[in-house]
């Protein structure tokens, strides 16, 4: 099934889950509102008026203790994965702050380029560092996310697996 078709079921299922009595509805119901809802791109969630409660619950939930994410097993998802900071610019690679590497689990939250500044015409003129090389490391902070938590759907045409990205900011 397309993930568009997919998507359209899901939106019948919201519907008439939204008609149901509270005791009928079942927690898969809210993961597979959550999944579609985080899944929406153009607009994002927040551009459809059914995805503001489901949502609005989900974020509340998170700050509950204990709080595990819904899921919807129809849909062969779990909980969405998270990653906080996006990929470095062309010619960086990724690297802790010497601080926050000192944090147990901490995230990479630098971009570093190493280059040779002696090399070419202007060789004569380049100021060495203080040892002596024309090694310069220059670091710049990692980019942050804006909407750093992701679903990956498989496409049942296509057999590929999706990822759709969102935020969840208050």
Same mark, same amino acid.
């Given at each position: 099934?397309?993930?568009?078709?997919?998507?359209?079921?899901?939106?019948?299922?919201?519907?008439?889950?939204?008609?149901?009595?509270?005791?009928? +509805?079942?927690?898969?119901?809210? =993961?597979? &509102?959550?999944? %579609? @809802?985080?899944?929406?791109? #153009?607009?994002?969630?927040?551009?459809?008026?059914?995805?503001?409660?489901?949502?609005?619950?989900?974020?509340?939930?998170?700050?509950?203790?204990?709080?595990?994410?819904?899921?919807?097993?129809?849909?062969?998802?779990?909980?969405?994965?998270?990653?906080?900071?996006?990929?470095?610019?062309?010619?960086?690679?990724?690297?802790?702050?010497? +601080?926050?590497?000192?944090?147990? =689990?901490? &995230?990479?939250? %630098? @971009?570093?380029?190493?280059? #040779?500044?002696?090399?070419?015409?202007?060789?004569?003129?380049?100021?060495?560092?203080?040892?002596?090389?024309?090694?310069?490391?220059?670091?710049?902070?990692?980019?942050?996310?804006?909407?750093?938590?992701?679903?990956?759907?498989?496409?049942?045409?296509?057999?590929?697996?999706?990822?759709?990205?969102?935020?969840?900011?208050?």
């Amino acid at each position: 099934m397309e993930f568009k078709a997919f998507v359209l079921m899901a939106c019948g299922g919201i519907a008439l889950a939204a008609c149901l009595p509270a005791s009928e +509805a079942t927690a898969s119901d809210w =993961g597979c &509102e959550v999944l %579609l @809802c985080a899944s929406s791109s #153009n607009p994002s969630w927040r551009g459809v008026s059914a995805c503001h409660p489901p949502m609005t619950k989900l974020i509340s939930a998170m700050k509950l203790p204990g709080f595990d994410w819904p899921t919807c097993p129809e849909a062969g998802t779990d909980s969405p994965g998270f990653r906080a900071y996006a990929d470095c610019p062309k010619g960086y690679r990724v690297s802790y702050n010497s +601080a926050s590497h000192n944090t147990f =689990g901490g &995230e990479p939250d %630098l @971009c570093v380029k190493t280059e #040779n500044v002696c090399t070419g015409a202007q060789h004569d003129l380049t100021i060495y560092n203080r040892d002596g090389s024309c090694i310069q490391t220059t670091s710049i902070p990692r980019p942050r996310r804006s909407e750093p938590y992701y679903f990956d759907i498989k496409n049942d045409s296509s057999g590929r697996t999706e990822r759709h990205w969102f935020e969840l900011n208050d």
